[in-house]
């Protein structure tokens, strides 16, 4: 299993940013994927979770309203829309995947800077 999380970078205050997800080495498309973040100092906080069709989203509260999960299966990604964003969203923001094994599956991250 391999999960690579891109588009992370440097925005303002109020800005927008999309981070993706890619997996292989599993049936992507069989499984609910979710992101977390994690701030220095702080524990890895769950932020949003996908079902394996996309049809279903759970947000934390931290980020109601601002971000938007989604999923493309033919492309075995799986996208984090941020908008609103804060400085405290500012964090290295990870994909992860639960098989039906129970095995977990990180990828490296993805830093956002929200700072001005």
């Known amino acids: 299993v391999q999960i690579v999380e891109s588009g992370g970078g440097l925005v303002q205050p109020g800005g927008s940013l999309r981070v993706s997800c890619e997996a292989s080495g599993f049936t992507f498309s069989r499984f609910a994927m979710s992101w977390y973040r994690q701030a220095p100092g702080k524990e890895r906080e769950l932020l949003a979770v996908i079902n394996s069709v996309g049809g279903s989203t759970v947000f934390a509260n931290s980020v109601k309203g601002r971000f938007t999960i989604s999923r493309d299966n033919a492309k075995n990604t799986v996208y984090l829309q941020m908008n609103s964003l804060k400085p405290e969203d500012t964090a290295v923001y990870y994909c992860?995947?639960?098989?039906?094994?129970?095995?977990?599956?990180w990828g490296q991250g993805t830093q956002v800077t929200v700072s001005s």
């Open positions: 992860n995947v639960v098989r039906s094994d129970y095995a977990s599956y």
